[in-house]
């Protein structure tokens, strides 16, 4: 069997879990299709991008590797001209926090093997 489906089935498992933590929101939940193994956004609620930060320090700090991946579209250099507000997508870009799935699947590996 290829190492494929575990990883999906952990993938799985983790966004059931991380569904139920207060706090967080698991934008992947009720996505039925595909979802990648490699990568797992989470946004906090009621947080800040302040908060955000310091929680992926102690993520970090916990061995848990954490990233910062997007940039809200119209603060990209090629659309700044346009001066729009878009506060519901600042506030996801803000308050995401991407769990590196592999990293999470390695550690769970080495706990139980």
């Known amino acids: 069997m290829s190492h494929i489906q575990p990883d999906r089935k952990f993938s799985r498992d983790t966004i059931e879990q991380l569904s139920k933590v207060k706090g967080i929101e698991v934008p992947s939940v009720n996505n039925a299709k595909f979802v990648s193994n490699y990568i797992m956004p ?3 609620k009621n947080s ?3 908060k955000r930060d310091r929680i992926g320090e ?4 916990a ?9 809200a579209v119209h603060k ?3 659309y700044g001209k346009h001066k729009t507000a878009l506060p519901k997508t600042e506030y996801i870009t803000d308050n995401v926090i ?3 799935c592999m990293v999470l699947l390695q550690m769970m ?3 139980l093997l």
Do not use: C, D, K, P
């Open 63 to 71: 061995g848990i590797q954490t990233s910062v991946h997007y940039t």
């Open 48 to 50: 800040t991008h302040e």
């Open 109 to 111: 590996r080495s706990i």
């Open 42 to 44: 989470i946004v906090l």
């Open 98 to 100: 991407v769990l590196l």
């Open 58 to 61: 102690s993520l970090h700090a």
């Open 76 to 78: 990209i250099s090629i």
